[in-house]
């Protein structure tokens, strides 16, 4: 098994830019959740989703859209890359029955 | 409004000693509470987790204290090794709220 990959690992993108982050879990688990990691502010929920086709805000939403259309995919995108989205952004993932997260190994996002 | 807040920013801990990190929460409502490790370069992995129905758990090296009266839980390392050198992430959830409350994270350092 594979756990959760996220692709890309590593992106530059200009101001007003748009692109989509893709990850994936082979585990079957129902949750899927997409975090942003910030110096001295931690994880912060963006968006997450309980199922396939279902989609919910976190913490910090705004700038960010996601879908989920299959059960192993959820994707995060961004519209118009602001500097103030240059973060390391995190996917994970969990079972309905444990509490447990499963994290991805992050993609390093630079908005210039 | 910050929902869980986690001291210190950073640690320095000769090797063998006791490493401490403190996590405090808002909403009494959280009945999980997960310590998750991060290496460099890579996301977080749980380390340990508790439940407030017991006010210690320990699992080798590592334990966590947990004190609901006063909405506060810790992280011990003992015998602390330059292997242990890595962000400290604590969290909070409850089940329902599909949405778990990360702290900012401790930056540990053990010197050899």
């Known amino acids: 098994n594979a756990g959760v990959t996220q692709t890309p690992k590593f992106r530059v993108l200009k101001t007003g830019q748009s692109m989509t982050l893709l990850c994936a879990q082979d585990?079957?688990?129902?949750?899927m959740y997409w975090y942003r990691q910030d110096p001295g502010m931690g994880l912060r929920l963006i968006h997450y989703s309980v199922g396939e086709g279902t989609t919910a805000k976190g913490e910090v939403p705004d700038g960010y859209n996601v879908s989920r259309l299959k059960k192993q995919n959820f994707l995060l995108g961004l519209e118009s890359a602001a500097p103030s989205q240059t973060s390391v952004y995190f996917c994970a993932s969990r079972m309905t029955a444990t509490d447990t997260q499963y994290f991805g190994p992050g993609t390093r996002l630079t908005v210039l | 409004q910050q929902q869980v807040k986690q001291s210190p920013q950073s640690l320095i801990v000769q090797k063998g000693g006791i490493s401490i990190i403190n996590c405090a929460y808002e909403?009494?409502?959280?009945?999980?509470f997960p310590w998750y490790q991060q290496f460099p370069g890579k996301g977080p992995a749980l380390l340990i987790a508790?439940?407030?129905?017991?006010s210690e758990k320990k699992e080798g090296r590592f334990t966590i204290s947990f004190n609901k009266s006063a909405k506060q839980f810790s992280l011990h390392i003992m015998d602390s090794q330059p292997g242990d050198s890595a962000t400290y992430f604590c969290a909070a959830s409850k089940p329902s709220f599909n949405k778990f409350y990360f702290g900012s994270g401790t930056k540990l350092n053990v010197k050899p």
């Open positions: 585990m079957n688990h129902e949750y």
């Open positions: 508790i439940r407030p129905d017991v």
């Open positions: 909403n009494t409502a959280f009945d999980y």
